[in-house]
T-cell receptor
């Protein structure tokens, strides 16, 4: 596609439920990032995928958070047993060689 | 670790006014510095960047100069337009982990006609 696509754009879930967020990067982009933005705060790095290398998971805030990516295509971010503090906008970005980051529009997650 | 501090918003100004958004950083080594912009309803996009001290990034009438002595990368535009209304993010990538950008909290700018 023309840009990074994220779905859903909005998600409201009850505390304790699991959620899955999806990111379709730009075709050919080998690098993929997930960031989180809480209200009034900067973007918080979560995880980074680069080709077939082991992902950098150093930003995942707890073991309730996990992410997968199949090859150089779609990535899913899963949050298990959601908590209210997980409410945020989750941003995905991809990057090709010698190109800047391209961000999706994000998924706004609200945990009630 | 690396961090970015940028001016808190929101900022509201009139068309043709001068805009400055302050950004300072903490980093080891020689980071690259960026400004990203998010227009209403759109994803973040790169506005400009500078990769070494004294470099000036520029785009769409915006400028920012990498000042190592003051660890700053302030964004400026001499005459803003309504279409510049957006959220602006300052960011850096460290020299050792250059894939992991650190972002500021963002500054919301509203330009009134």
């Amino acid at each position: 596609g023309a840009g990074v696509s994220q779905s859903p754009s909005n998600k409201v879930t009850e505390k304790g439920k699991d959620v899955e967020l999806r990111c379709d990067p730009i075709s050919g982009h080998t690098a993929l990032y997930w960031y989180r933005q809480r209200l009034g705060q900067g973007l918080e790095f979560l995880i980074y995928f680069q080709g077939n290398s082991a992902p950098d998971k150093s930003g995942l805030p707890s073991d309730r958070f996990s992410a997968e990516r199949t090859g150089e295509s779609v990535s899913t971010l899963t949050i298990q047993r959601t908590q209210q503090e997980d409410s945020a906008v989750y941003l995905c970005a991809s990057r090709g060689p010698n190109s800047p980051l391209h961000f999706g529009n994000g998924t706004r997650l609200t945990v009630t | 670790g690396n961090s970015v501090t940028q001016m808190e918003g929101p900022v509201t100004l009139s068309e043709e006014a001068f805009l400055t958004i302050n950004c300072t950083y903490t980093a080891t080594g020689y980071p690259s510095l960026f400004w990203y912009v998010q227009y209403p309803g759109e994803g973040l996009q790169l506005l400009l960047k500078a990769t070494k001290a004294d470099d000036k990034g520029s785009n769409k009438g915006f400028e920012a100069t990498y000042r190592k002595e003051t660890t700053s990368f302030h964004l400026e535009k001499g005459s803003v337009q309504v279409s510049d209304s957006a959220v602006y993010f300052c960011a850096l990538s460290g020299s050792s982990n250059d894939y992991k950008l650190s972002f500021g909290a963002g500054t919301t700018v509203t330009v009134r006609a």
